[in-house]
């Protein structure tokens, strides 16, 4: 049977902010005419690809980030299409109810199954609260959406029975989680072109690049995050011959592990490396890591078998914040971490949450200044969100500061604590990356040779640097 696999039309002009999709002379001569900011893939849809096809399934593809509904529609209405399968996220749910609701009124007959974060984290509400989704899919989809298919292609619409869906007439129990990951196909990138999609500037090193799911769910409970507790990792000889399968049919010569935490278990993590050095696999890659799950023997296997960059949730430079998101991790820990990472020679990316509850203007800026003190190669700061599944969201969603789904995006506050006003929170998010980014001292340790190995490091310090200064100067 066809199916039509999409994401939700989100034109970039719509979530990029005009500092971001300025083009002038600086960008030009880079010669570069991809966002600053990067975009990738919804994987979640190319895993979906793979287990539909190897059902004998036909399957297309359209990202919402490059097709509009209507282009869609025509696309479903040229190749006779009839089954949609889309995903979403928290803040791009009303864009999925505007995307299926174009396919809906230019073709009634269609079939269109949602599944994605925003689904898996409130279920039957999601679908009482959008009724033009004919079904929605939770837990892992691709066992549940490839029965989906297979029942539609046997002429019925009754989807009773199929666990981990819920419709108008039926709610399925838990689909059980697909335990031995090992046996799931490599997510199908012959739907895309890697060159349409480019990482933010400080995320990857060399192109083609593209992701790898490592693993699945995370033991840890941070309040802030929805990721499932129940983990499930897969071999090192499956991410060799997935790499091996990367650089053979696309040219892939940088991957990023999209683990919650790739050093989670550093037995798996040596095998790896070792793997890789044994079999000769040349490839830049980076990871996920926490700062306590490191060590130097493990730190300086991983540099030698590619590794070139670590990114750390440390989130706050607050050990009153630490454990009101229940890291289970100290400041200590943390400053030991990125201190060895560094000695290493693997470059290190923190990533930071302001506002939290509990935190005031000052506590953000004790974060910023905690995020200099560690010397870290990149840092991202971002208001924080409450998405949907989390502990957070379960505290804040009835508060008067939750400011509800659409203001949910990496460039907006959606949460406002009675902690700190709204204008602080902004100020703040405006002020970290000028406060880290733009110090005489970290502008110089970027001039090192080591930094700035090629053309391509050139590019792309040239990019983040566009992207520092155009978000300052249009804020401030």
């Given at each position: ?31 570069d ?6 975009v ?40 006779d ?25 230019a ?6 199954v ?12 999601a679908?009482?609260s ?5 079904a929605?899919?939770h ?23 199929i666990?981990g869906v819920?419709?108008?007439e ?13 046996d ?17 500037p ?12 490592g ?105 009153k ?33 302001l ?31 409450p998405?949907?599944?989390?502990a ?26 009675p ?7 902004q ?23 080591s ?15 566009a992207?520092?200064v ?7």
């Open positions: 049977m066809k199916v039509l696999l999409a994401s939700p039309s989100v034109p970039l002009h719509t979530i990029l902010p005009e500092r971001y999709r300025r083009r002038h002379k600086l960008w030009s001569w880079l010669g005419e991809k966002p600053i900011l990067g990738q893939p919804p994987y979640g849809l190319l895993y979906l690809s793979a287990y539909l096809k190897r059902a004998g399934h036909e399957v297309s593809f359209r990202d919402g980030f490059f097709h509009d509904p209507a282009t869609m529609v025509e696309h479903l209405r040229r190749e299409i009839r089954v949609v399968g889309m995903t979403a996220v928290s803040y791009h749910w009303d864009k999925a109810v505007a995307t299926a609701t174009a396919i809906r009124q073709l009634p007959d269609t079939f269109i949602v599944g994605g974060a925003h689904a898996n984290a409130l279920g039957a509400a679908l009482a959008a009724p033009v989704f004919d929605l899919v837990g892992d989809g691709e066992e549940t959406f490839v029965e989906i298919v297979d029942r539609l292609a046997q002429g019925t619409r009754d989807l009773s029975g666990h819920i419709t108008p039926w709610t399925g129990p838990e689909r059980a989680p697909i335990r031995e990951i090992d799931m196909p490599f997510a199908d990138r012959s739907l895309i072109d890697l060159n349409d999609y480019r990482p933010s400080f995320y990857y090193r060399k192109l083609p690049f593209t992701a790898i799911i693993s699945r769910g995370c033991p840890y409970k941070c309040t802030f995050c929805h990721t499932e507790v129940l983990t499930r990792i897969r071999s090192p000889e499956s991410l060799v011959d997935e790499i091996v399968h990367l650089q053979q049919q696309y040219g892939v010569r940088e991957v990023v592990f999209y683990d919650d935490t790739f050093t989670l278990k550093k037995r798996r993590v040596v095998e790896f490396c070792e793997l890789l050095l044994r079999r000769g696999v040349v490839i830049s890659w980076s990871a996920n890591a926490r700062a306590d799950s490191v060590t130097p023997e493990l730190l300086r296997l991983m540099r030698r078998a590619g590794c070139w960059r670590l990114l750390f949730g440390i989130e706050s430079g607050n050990q914040t630490l454990d009101r998101m229940q890291k289970k991790e100290t400041l200590g820990e943390i400053r030991h971490g990125i201190r060895i990472t560094r000695e290493s020679g693997i470059d290190t990316y923190g990533m930071f949450i506002g939290y509850p509990g935190e005031s203007y000052e506590d953000g800026l004790r974060t910023i200044a905690f995020a200099q003190e560690l010397e870290l190669d990149y840092a991202n700061f971002c208001a924080v969100t998405f949907p599944g989390t957070l969201f379960r505290e804040v969603k009835d508060e008067p500061g939750f400011l509800g789904y659409e203001t949910m995006s990496m460039f907006d506050v959606s949460y406002v604590s902690d700190i006003t709204r204008a602080e929170l100020r703040l998010v405006a002020e970290s990356a000028r406060r880290f980014y733009l110090r005489p001292k970290y502008l110089l340790s970027r001039l090192s040779p930094k700035l190995s090629d053309w391509e490091d050139v590019r792309r310090y040239g990019r983040g640097f992207m520092v155009n978000d300052f100067t249009m804020r401030v």
